[in-house]
């Protein structure tokens, strides 16, 4: 047994979503032998039953009691015990398959942080018109402020080795949603080894969370405010 892999997903209310999305991972996992898993959920104070969901299909879940995307991350990653953590919506929209492909990248190359850019295969009705352009805007604008070059700054799913979390403060970091620019730009910055990869991207199962008008602009002031928290 070689490298452990850690995949952390958040899930808040997606108990219509997360049964389908732990079963793709563990028909993907269950044929990998090269690396061990950690499969954790991060229960954002569902009111369904998510949380009982994930658990029946063997995940390990943790209950982060503050609302929020990004710190459903913090303790996930700070939870995790792997050499690679690999993340994604609780929403069967991300192409979970595509594990052996993430790693054999990393095995590869030895890349520090890949994003995964979702708007190289949109499936019909995955992102709405008004999250399309909300996305592709605040990915011009991480490029302008950052001096980036990265095409899906909203992206959900991330390939990367722990170790670069030594260097990231979560402190700085976001509470909402604004956290998944903010680790690609934190990258960035950190002149980790980064690339971005196509993916295929589907429509969520459940009921959207995402509000796209509050969630856009709160992710626009991020992007001016994290400038002056980053050293
Ligand atoms: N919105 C929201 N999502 C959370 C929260 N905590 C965890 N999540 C999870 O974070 C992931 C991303 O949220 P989504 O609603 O899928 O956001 P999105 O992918 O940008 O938009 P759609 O999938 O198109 O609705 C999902 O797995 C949610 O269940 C929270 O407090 N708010
Ligand atoms: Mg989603």
């Not at 390990?60 to 459903?72: H, S, T």
């Not at 001096?147 to 991330?158: A, E, F, L, P, R």
């Amino acid at each position: 047994m070689g490298e452990k892999v850690s995949i952390v997903i958040p899930a808040y209310n997606e108990e219509i979503a997360i049964g389908n999305t732990l079963d793709l991972i563990n028909s993907v996992i269950k044929n990998i032998e090269e690396y061990e898993f950690e499969l954790i959920v991060v229960n954002n104070n569902s009111k369904d039953n998510t949380k009982q969901v994930a658990e029946k299909h063997g995940a390990l879940v943790l209950d982060e009691l503050n609302q929020g995307y990004g710190n459903a991350y913090k303790k996930g990653m700070g939870f995790a015990t792997g050499d690679i953590l690999i993340t994604g919506d609780a929403d069967a929209s991300y192409p979970f398959e595509d594990i052996p492909r993430f790693l054999r990248l990393m095995a590869e190359n030895d890349f520090d942080f890949i994003n995964t850019n979702r708007f190289a295969n949109l499936e019909k009705n995955s992102m709405p018109v008004l999250n399309y352009f909300g996305n592709k805007m605040l990915t011009l604008m991480a490029n302008g402020i950052y001096g980036v070059n990265i095409k899906d700054s909203q992206s959900g799913m991330w390939i990367f080795k722990k170790e670069i979390l030594e260097n990231m403060d979560f402190g700085i970091m976001g509470a909402g949603m604004p956290f998944s620019q903010e680790i690609k730009i934190y990258s960035n910055h950190n002149n980790n080894k980064f690339v971005e990869i196509p993916i295929k991207y589907r429509k969520r199962l459940g009921e959207k969370k995402l509000n796209p008008l509050k969630d856009g602009y709160d992710n626009f002031i991020n992007l001016l405010n994290f400038k002056k928290k980053l050293k």
